[in-house]
């Protein structure tokens, strides 16, 4: 996981602070938690989908054969 402080909302913008190195990204506010206020630290859990992306493969190749 990784933890980001929550610097400040620039509009439809939350301008995180990832890490020790607090490398600074924007993240779109509409995918935090509400009540998140500048100041806040959350935590960010990326995970592989391989469920997902296997799906996605299937559906791409399915059309491909379709269309050939």
Known sequence: M?????????EAWAVLLL???????????AYL???LQEGDYVTIDIRYDKERTEAAEDEAL???HEEG
């Open 19 to 29: 890490g020790d190195e607090m490398k600074k990204v924007n993240f779109p506010r």
């Open 62 to 64: 399915s059309l491909l």
């Open 33 to 35: 938690p509400s009540g």
């Open 2 to 10: 990784i933890s980001a402080y929550l610097d400040r909302f620039e």
